[in-house]
């Protein structure tokens, strides 16, 4: 099955990058205790990210992530997503849908995207937990179809552009 080409508007980034871009903004904009969000790609790469620092591309944050930068969230968020799914086959467990790690002054959720990709959230320790959880459905809902390869191609390059 052929995909449809991808069409470009204003700013050269295509309507689907638009529309994952604007479902990022409205996830970080949107639910209480999220302070960065970065999605990785299945080969670590990062895709999309919260991060001020990343220009234009990127959604803006009021509290900041990690002491790094969205580079580092993706880097923690691909390490736990090879870690629990190594688990996960060694227990026979299926595929993992979603990691959650609570820390002393924070938390971090790790969600798989039906492509390989993931979807990593820094969250204050007072997060709701579930709200989070449940917003992250959501947006892997909702990215899940659109992210094909020529899409991450492209979220790849933007990326790279910014930095």
């Known amino acids: 099955m052929a995909q449809a080409p991808i069409a470009h508007g204003a700013g050269g980034r295509s309507t689907q990058a638009r529309n994952l871009h604007w479902l990022l903004t409205n996830l970080v904009d949107e ?15 990062l895709l999309l990210s919260s991060d001020p620092g990343q220009g234009e591309a990127a959604a803006h944050t009021e509290g900041g992530g990690p002491r790094g ?3 580092d969230l993706a880097t923690i968020v691909s390490g736990l997503g090879s870690l629990t799914s190594g688990a996960a086959k060694l ?10 790690v609570t820390m002393d002054e924070g938390s971090l959720f790790v969600m ?5 990709s993931l979807l990593g959230v820094h969250a204050t320790p007072d997060c709701d937990m579930s709200i989070i959880a449940y917003h992250m459905a959501l947006f892997v809902g909702r990215a899940g179809h659109v992210l094909t390869p020529e899409l991450r191609s492209e979220l790849r390059k ?6």
């Open 158 to 163: 933007s990326m790279e552009s910014t930095q």
């Open 69 to 71: 930068s969205s580079a």
């Open 91 to 100: 227990m026979s467990g299926g595929l993992v849908k979603q990691t959650m």
């Open 112 to 116: 798989s995207i039906s492509d390989g």
């Open 31 to 45: 639910v209480p205790g999220i302070l960065s969000v970065a999605v990785v790609s299945s080969d670590g790469l």
